[in-house]
């Protein structure tokens, strides 16, 4: 199909320095889980983006020296010359295909603890370190301190040029950058000449950036990643004092990148924050330079893109989670093919990697961190290997994925689906406050899915094990999901509860289902500590209930500090009234009494509560799979090779996991099973 002309302005060339980016489309630097230890995988995933279109992709920050340390966390190195293997991989699977390499040189300083190399944190000032809560304090840095960390970014810059990268940051974002920390007051005690005044604070910044546009002078583009103002507390940058660096700096770097501080404000997730929320920074800025401006607002809609080009707002889209989601979005534009487009849902579980040490993982995009070890490609899937047909028994997260890979592979797929709609719980959970944009994980899939003659969709089919037998394929794939429990077992309880009470005791599903508590105060008992709980919480709230959220943990939605969200999560409850009791575990419910307890003393507490709403565990939907299981001799009688579980009905877990786990076996089946072992791991191979 032909490109939409309103999309053409995307794809002029713009220049930077003294090269020039073949589109307006630049994945900006996002960590991903992998760096020094994946290099492979890395350097894949890095590689697909380019195939996908954009015309420049960067890697995650890079650390330039031990004093640069964030152990555990697990990025980019620089230290010396033997991470140039690693760093050559990316530079060549992102020029295979025509794009520009970016590598963000960065020195962590207050944010390094050095856990690893075990060298003496740095900083403009004598500081906690901001990593954890290590009892560490950092150096406040003396001129020869400061001498040496300009000698540091110069031979990172040389040994980034001699692998042949293309733009070379100079990183000043996030909260995350020495630089940036003796930029902000916040950060920044000193009373020397680099100290005090903004020109003084501002002074490393220029040093750095005019030593850096010496080396690449002509070789490469500098790039100054800048944040538009920080959100980190007192004495933090503010949007004035960001314009006023910029107006001092505006035409030294060939291209500027404009971003948020701290990293969670810079990445909200959807439950907070629209499509295109930080464009009153972005505008303001971008009018103090003629040099180009990339800057970032999870755009997924090609017509957003478009227009803030033509406003005038930034010269280049920059994305992190969108381009995850998926890596062909500016081919997939390019070509006319918008309605493909897997659109990111915000929902942070990219950020889940960086933050638990593991690769990367994407709701949308099942492939991202599979491209270097499992060889999974996006769009290219392998032909089919058999002619079995296969039976898809539930039409959520996993069963779709599965259909559609099956399909895209050449099978002749059925899938049948219980309820009316096609969904499973993405359809129900989008339905709850500030999760729609979730429900493109059903709409894309759905979307595409019409466009495969070899799949065929059943909504309202119940199927029995008598169905199943008598349907007639030889692969069976149950992905019918899983149910909350309403015993109150979860993490803190192994074991049921006591419920001596006529009140009813309902499970997210029930809320789901348009069920709802009794009477007020409806006590919220959350054992899960994900999004559930929360979520819940505030649909309650907005209905004008009276909730009191019983949690064992310390803190509202523990998990959620993965996504970065929790601080945001617990604020939203007080606002809104929710009654936390924290640190308390429900022990037992008597007629219309709470017995519940602190998790460190043990000491007991009665409430009168009129409803009761558990979100605890989960168990999976295994009836049908026990009663096809039941006889073997009849599942051969019917022809049916494999009786397969996947997903939640196998272990309830994320969407995200769901998904994954259609995608594997739609790439699995038929494949061989040496060469699938094989694949689970990849082990680094260092080239000199």
């Known amino acids: 199909m032909a490109r939409d002309p309103r999309f053409d302005i995307l794809f002029e060339p713009v220049r930077i320095g003294p090269l020039t980016a073949k589109n307006r489309f630049y994945q900006v630097p996002h960590c991903n889980g992998m760096g020094w230890r994946d290099p492979q995988a890395l350097a894949a995933m890095r590689g697909i983006k380019a195939e996908g279109g954009w015309a420049v992709v960067s890697t995650e920050e890079c650390e330039i020296h031990p004093t640069s340390d964030i152990t555990p966390y697990i990025e980019l190195r620089l230290w010396d010359r033997r991470d140039l293997a690693a760093l050559r991989l990316i530079v ?54 400061i001498r040496a960390f300009r000698a540091w970014h110069r031979r990172a810059v040389a040994l980034a040029l001699e692998v042949g990268f293309d733009i070379v940051y100079v990183y000043a974002g996030h909260g995350l950058s020495l630089i940036e920390q003796f930029l902000s007051a ?38 100054v990643r800048l944040s538009a103002a920080q959100h980190c507390g007192g004495g933090s940058l503010t949007l004035d004092e960001v314009a006023e660096v910029v107006a001092m700096l505006a035409d030294l770097p060939d291209l500027w990148d404009f971003c948020l501080a701290g990293w969670e404000s810079d990445s909200v997730s959807s439950r907070f924050a629209p499509e295109g929320y930080q464009e ?25 893109m478009a227009r803030i080009v033509r406003e005038g707002i930034v010269d280049l889209v920059g994305a992190a989670r969108p381009s995850i989601a998926d890596p062909f979005l500016p081919r997939k534009i390019e070509e006319g093919r918008i309605e493909t487009l897997r659109e990111c849902i915000g929902c942070n579980i990219c950020v889940v990697g960086d933050w638990t040490m593991a690769p990367i993982r994407c709701t949308q995009n099942p492939t991202m961190g599979e491209e270097g070890r499992r060889g999974w490609h996006p769009e290219r899937l392998p032909p089919r290997q058999s002619r079995d047909r296969v039976l898809v028994v539930g039409g959520g997260p996993a069963g779709l994925e599965c259909a559609l890979a099956l399909g895209k592979r050449g099978y002749e797929v059925t899938l049948a689906e219980a309820a009316p709609e096609v969904g499973g ?120 209930r009276e909730v009191i959220l019983v949690i064992p943990a310390a803190e509202v939605a523990s998990w959620t500090r993965n996504t970065m ?50 979100v605890t565990a989960r168990l999976p939907r295994s009836e049908l799979f026990a009663e096809l299981c039941r006889d073997r001799e009849r599942l051969e009688r019917a022809g049916i090779r494999a009786v397969t579980v996947i997903g939640d009905a196998q272990n309830p877990a994320t969407i995200a996991h769901a998904v994954y786990a259609g995608r594997r076996f739609a790439m699995e089946l038929d494949a061989d099973p040496e060469a699938v072992e094989a694949a689970r791991f990849i082990r680094p191979v260092w080239r000199p």
């Not at 020195?107 to 906690?128: E, F, K, Q």
């Not at 149910?483 to 006529?502: A, I, M, N, S």
């Not at 709470?594 to 000491?603: N, Q, S």
Request: net charge negative; with cysteine; proline share 5%.
């Open 280 to 304: 009153s920074y972005l505008r303001r800025l971008k009018a103090l330079t003629d040099k180009p401006v990339v800057g970032v607002g999870r755009y997924t809609s090609p017509d957003a």
């Open 92 to 145: 060549e699977a992102v020029h295979a295909h025509g794009a520009l390499a970016a590598i963000e040189l960065c020195h962590n300083g207050l944010n390094a603890a050095n856990r690893y190399s075990r060298d003496i944190p740095l900083a403009p000032s004598c500081l906690p370190v901001l990593a954890g809560l290590d009892p560490v304090h950092a150096k406040a840095m003396d001129r020869e301190d």
């Open 425 to 544: 719980r993405v359809l129900r959970e989008a339905r709850l406050p500030g999760l729609a944009s979730w429900l493109r994980v059903r709409d894309c899939r759905l979307q595409e899915l019409q466009t495969l003659p070899q799949v065929e969709l059943y909504p309202a089919s119940v199927m029995s094990a008598e169905d199943v037998l008598a349907f007639g394929a030889e692969q069976v794939v149950l992905a019918t999901g899983a149910r909350w429990r309403d015993d109150g077992v979860g993490r803190h309880h192994t074991l049921p509860l006591l419920f001596e009470t006529k009140l009813a005791r309902l499970t997210p599903d029930d809320l789901m289902d348009g069920l709802r508590p009794e009477g007020d105060p409806v006590l919220l008992y959350d054992d899960d500590h994900g999004y559930m709980g929360s979520v819940l919480a505030e649909l309650l709230c907005g209905e004008g």
């Open 565 to 614: 969200e929790q601080h945001r999560i617990q604020k939203r409850l007080l606002e809104l009234g929710v009654r936390l009791e924290l640190a308390k575990a429900l022990l037992a419910v008597e007629d219309r009494e709470a017995v519940v307890a602190c998790v460190y003393t043990g000491r007991e507490q009665r409430w009168e509560v009129g409803g009761l709403v558990l």
């Open 186 to 223: 916040r950060t920044n005690h000193r009373t020397d000449e680099y100290g005090g005044p903004l020109a003084n604070r501002a002074r490393l910044l220029r040093e750095v950036l005019e030593e850096t546009l010496e080396l690449a002078e002509g070789r490469a583009a500098v790039a």
